[in-house]
Protein backbone atom coordinates (compact mmCIF):
# COMPACT_ATOMS: atom_id res chain seq x y z
CA UNK A 1 0.00 0.00 0.00
CA UNK A 2 1.40 3.41 -0.76
CA UNK A 3 2.13 5.66 2.20
CA UNK A 4 2.78 9.56 2.02
CA UNK A 5 4.12 11.17 5.26
CA UNK A 6 4.15 14.92 5.04
CA UNK A 7 5.74 15.61 8.95
CA UNK A 8 5.14 19.16 8.79
CA UNK A 9 1.98 19.83 9.88
CA UNK A 10 3.01 24.43 9.42
CA UNK A 11 5.82 26.45 8.94
CA UNK A 12 6.48 30.16 9.01
CA UNK A 13 8.59 31.49 6.49
CA UNK A 14 10.26 35.11 6.18
CA UNK A 15 9.52 36.81 2.82
CA UNK A 16 12.46 36.31 0.34
CA UNK A 17 13.78 33.35 2.17
CA UNK A 18 13.94 30.05 1.08
CA UNK A 19 11.97 27.42 2.36
CA UNK A 20 12.11 23.48 2.13
CA UNK A 21 8.51 20.92 2.88
CA UNK A 22 9.13 17.55 3.25
CA UNK A 23 7.84 14.55 1.80
CA UNK A 24 8.67 10.84 2.28
CA UNK A 25 6.65 8.00 0.46
CA UNK A 26 6.13 4.33 0.47
CA UNK A 27 5.67 2.30 -2.57
CA UNK A 28 6.44 -0.86 -4.05
CA UNK A 29 5.91 0.15 -7.61
CA UNK A 30 9.11 0.94 -9.34
CA UNK A 31 7.41 3.40 -11.44
CA UNK A 32 5.83 5.82 -9.70
CA UNK A 33 4.49 9.76 -10.15
CA UNK A 34 4.84 12.33 -7.43
CA UNK A 35 2.89 15.46 -7.40
CA UNK A 36 2.98 18.65 -5.74
CA UNK A 37 -0.17 21.11 -5.37
CA UNK A 38 -0.79 24.34 -3.04
CA UNK A 39 -3.77 24.90 -1.71
CA UNK A 40 -4.88 29.09 -1.13
CA UNK A 41 -7.07 29.95 1.44
CA UNK A 42 -9.59 29.98 -1.52
CA UNK A 43 -9.62 26.31 -1.39
CA UNK A 44 -8.56 25.03 -4.96
CA UNK A 45 -6.13 22.73 -5.84
CA UNK A 46 -3.23 23.70 -7.64
CA UNK A 47 -0.91 21.86 -9.63
CA UNK A 48 3.00 22.74 -8.78
CA UNK A 49 5.78 20.37 -9.93
CA UNK A 50 5.95 16.49 -10.93
CA UNK A 51 8.51 14.09 -11.18
CA UNK A 52 8.31 10.77 -12.56
CA UNK A 53 10.50 7.57 -10.37
CA UNK A 54 13.06 7.13 -13.59
CA UNK A 55 13.53 11.10 -14.27
CA UNK A 56 17.50 11.47 -14.19
CA UNK A 57 16.97 15.66 -13.56
CA UNK A 58 15.04 16.61 -10.44
CA UNK A 59 12.36 18.61 -11.96
CA UNK A 60 12.04 22.23 -11.62
CA UNK A 61 9.14 25.22 -12.81
CA UNK A 62 9.88 28.75 -11.88
CA UNK A 63 10.37 29.31 -8.22
CA UNK A 64 10.02 25.57 -7.44
CA UNK A 65 12.04 22.49 -7.65
CA UNK A 66 12.18 19.40 -6.30
CA UNK A 67 14.97 17.45 -4.15
CA UNK A 68 13.83 13.68 -5.41
CA UNK A 69 16.25 11.39 -3.15
CA UNK A 70 15.42 7.87 -4.76
CA UNK A 71 17.09 6.06 -2.22
CA UNK A 72 15.61 7.76 0.68
CA UNK A 73 11.99 7.51 -1.02
CA UNK A 74 12.26 11.75 -0.54
CA UNK A 75 10.39 14.26 -2.32
CA UNK A 76 10.78 17.57 -0.90
CA UNK A 77 9.47 21.16 -2.38
CA UNK A 78 11.94 24.06 -2.29
CA UNK A 79 10.20 27.06 -3.26
CA UNK A 80 12.94 30.11 -3.21
CA UNK A 81 12.51 33.64 -2.76
CA UNK A 82 9.33 33.39 -0.81
CA UNK A 83 6.33 35.73 -1.55
CA UNK A 84 3.36 36.97 0.41
CA UNK A 85 1.44 34.98 -1.86
CA UNK A 86 3.05 31.38 -1.59
CA UNK A 87 1.26 31.00 1.85
CA UNK A 88 -1.04 28.56 1.50
CA UNK A 89 -1.81 24.44 2.21
CA UNK A 90 0.59 22.12 0.36
CA UNK A 91 0.29 18.59 -0.50
CA UNK A 92 2.27 15.98 -1.42
CA UNK A 93 0.92 13.45 -3.77
CA UNK A 94 2.13 9.88 -5.52
CA UNK A 95 0.40 7.88 -8.11
CA UNK A 96 1.82 4.20 -8.57
CA UNK A 97 2.04 3.12 -12.41
CA UNK A 98 2.63 -0.20 -12.64
CA UNK A 99 0.28 -1.31 -10.15
CA UNK A 100 -2.46 1.29 -10.84
CA UNK A 101 -3.45 1.86 -14.17
CA UNK A 102 -6.35 4.71 -13.15
CA UNK A 103 -4.40 7.05 -12.39
CA UNK A 104 -5.47 7.33 -8.72
CA UNK A 105 -3.29 9.91 -6.39
CA UNK A 106 -2.29 9.40 -2.88
CA UNK A 107 -1.91 12.21 -0.73
CA UNK A 108 -0.27 13.64 2.23
CA UNK A 109 -1.49 15.38 5.66
CA UNK A 110 -0.43 18.76 3.82
CA UNK A 111 1.82 21.70 5.14
CA UNK A 112 0.75 25.09 5.76
CA UNK A 113 2.87 27.52 4.90
CA UNK A 114 2.53 31.36 6.17
CA UNK A 115 4.91 33.97 4.84
CA UNK A 116 5.55 36.56 6.85
CA UNK A 117 7.37 40.32 5.80
CA UNK B 1 -12.85 27.90 -19.67
CA UNK B 2 -12.17 24.13 -20.13
CA UNK B 3 -11.61 22.50 -16.80
CA UNK B 4 -13.93 20.65 -14.02
CA UNK B 5 -17.11 21.93 -12.49
CA UNK B 6 -18.47 21.38 -9.48
CA UNK B 7 -21.77 22.34 -8.16
CA UNK B 8 -22.84 23.20 -5.55
CA UNK B 9 -20.06 25.33 -4.11
CA UNK B 10 -21.48 24.82 -0.43
CA UNK B 11 -24.23 22.91 1.19
CA UNK B 12 -25.69 22.40 4.46
CA UNK B 13 -27.53 19.40 5.05
CA UNK B 14 -29.88 17.73 8.03
CA UNK B 15 -28.60 14.48 9.31
CA UNK B 16 -30.56 12.15 7.08
CA UNK B 17 -31.20 14.07 4.09
CA UNK B 18 -29.86 12.95 0.94
CA UNK B 19 -27.92 14.70 -2.14
CA UNK B 20 -25.80 14.65 -5.12
CA UNK B 21 -22.86 16.33 -5.75
CA UNK B 22 -22.11 17.38 -9.79
CA UNK B 23 -19.01 17.49 -11.61
CA UNK B 24 -18.71 17.60 -15.19
CA UNK B 25 -15.28 18.10 -17.44
CA UNK B 26 -15.04 19.43 -20.67
CA UNK B 27 -11.51 17.62 -21.20
CA UNK B 28 -12.50 14.51 -22.65
CA UNK B 29 -11.01 12.97 -19.95
CA UNK B 30 -11.26 9.19 -19.60
CA UNK B 31 -10.91 9.11 -15.38
CA UNK B 32 -12.75 11.03 -12.81
CA UNK B 33 -12.15 11.15 -9.23
CA UNK B 34 -14.35 12.17 -6.18
CA UNK B 35 -11.84 12.88 -3.27
CA UNK B 36 -12.64 14.37 0.35
CA UNK B 37 -10.36 16.53 2.22
CA UNK B 38 -10.66 16.62 6.07
CA UNK B 39 -7.92 18.79 8.52
CA UNK B 40 -4.86 16.67 8.59
CA UNK B 41 -5.83 14.15 6.52
CA UNK B 42 -5.45 15.37 3.08
CA UNK B 43 -7.46 14.45 0.27
CA UNK B 44 -8.67 11.20 0.36
CA UNK B 45 -10.26 8.60 -2.38
CA UNK B 46 -14.25 8.07 -2.16
CA UNK B 47 -14.46 6.34 -5.68
CA UNK B 48 -13.23 6.62 -9.34
CA UNK B 49 -13.91 5.66 -12.14
CA UNK B 50 -11.57 5.01 -15.03
CA UNK B 51 -13.67 5.20 -18.01
CA UNK B 52 -17.74 5.53 -19.33
CA UNK B 53 -19.28 2.83 -17.74
CA UNK B 54 -17.32 2.04 -15.19
CA UNK B 55 -16.50 3.07 -11.39
CA UNK B 56 -14.98 1.70 -8.80
CA UNK B 57 -14.47 1.89 -4.72
CA UNK B 58 -11.32 4.49 -3.08
CA UNK B 59 -10.01 4.61 0.38
CA UNK B 60 -13.62 5.79 1.76
CA UNK B 61 -16.32 4.96 0.25
CA UNK B 62 -19.03 4.40 2.96
CA UNK B 63 -22.15 6.12 2.87
CA UNK B 64 -21.82 7.43 -0.67
CA UNK B 65 -23.08 6.03 -4.41
CA UNK B 66 -21.47 7.45 -7.80
CA UNK B 67 -22.38 7.61 -11.33
CA UNK B 68 -20.72 8.11 -14.36
CA UNK B 69 -23.26 9.27 -16.84
CA UNK B 70 -21.60 9.92 -19.44
CA UNK B 71 -17.45 10.75 -20.23
CA UNK B 72 -18.32 14.04 -19.00
CA UNK B 73 -20.13 13.86 -16.19
CA UNK B 74 -19.72 12.00 -12.34
CA UNK B 75 -21.65 12.41 -9.75
CA UNK B 76 -21.91 11.86 -6.01
CA UNK B 77 -24.41 10.61 -3.99
CA UNK B 78 -24.94 10.76 0.07
CA UNK B 79 -28.76 8.81 0.39
CA UNK B 80 -28.73 9.43 3.99
CA UNK B 81 -26.44 12.36 5.27
CA UNK B 82 -24.51 11.82 8.31
CA UNK B 83 -22.60 14.34 10.51
CA UNK B 84 -19.07 12.62 10.06
CA UNK B 85 -19.58 13.39 6.01
CA UNK B 86 -19.37 17.36 6.79
CA UNK B 87 -15.83 17.78 4.75
CA UNK B 88 -14.69 19.62 1.34
CA UNK B 89 -15.78 17.30 -1.45
CA UNK B 90 -13.42 18.07 -4.65
CA UNK B 91 -13.99 16.38 -8.30
CA UNK B 92 -11.06 15.59 -10.28
CA UNK B 93 -10.37 14.25 -14.03
CA UNK B 94 -7.40 12.82 -15.67
CA UNK B 95 -6.03 12.00 -18.90
CA UNK B 96 -2.42 10.23 -19.58
CA UNK B 97 -0.31 12.71 -21.14
CA UNK B 98 3.02 11.37 -22.35
CA UNK B 99 4.94 8.96 -20.04
CA UNK B 100 3.64 8.10 -16.37
CA UNK B 101 2.53 11.75 -16.29
CA UNK B 102 -0.91 11.89 -15.76
CA UNK B 103 -2.60 15.95 -16.31
CA UNK B 104 -4.97 15.97 -13.26
CA UNK B 105 -7.60 19.23 -13.11
CA UNK B 106 -9.18 19.52 -10.02
CA UNK B 107 -12.27 21.28 -9.58
CA UNK B 108 -13.26 24.06 -7.03
CA UNK B 109 -14.61 21.78 -4.56
CA UNK B 110 -17.77 21.64 -2.41
CA UNK B 111 -18.21 22.46 1.23
CA UNK B 112 -20.63 20.32 2.69
CA UNK B 113 -21.96 20.54 6.27
CA UNK B 114 -24.17 18.21 7.86
CA UNK B 115 -26.19 19.31 10.88
Known amino acids: AQKITQTQPGMFVQEKEAVTLDCTYDTSDPSYGLFWYKQPSSGEMIFLIY??????QNATEGRYSLNFQKARKSANLVISASQLGDSAMYFC??????????????FGAGTQVVVTP | NAGVTQTPKFQVLKTGQSMTLQCAQDMNHNSMYWYRQDPGMGLRLIYYSASEGTTDKGEVPNGYNVSRLNKREFSLRLESAAPSQTSVYFC??????????????FGSGTRLTVV
Open chain 2, 92 to 105: ASSEQLTGVHYGYT
Open chain 1, 51 to 56: QGSYDQ
Open chain 1, 93 to 106: AMRDVTTDSWGKLQ
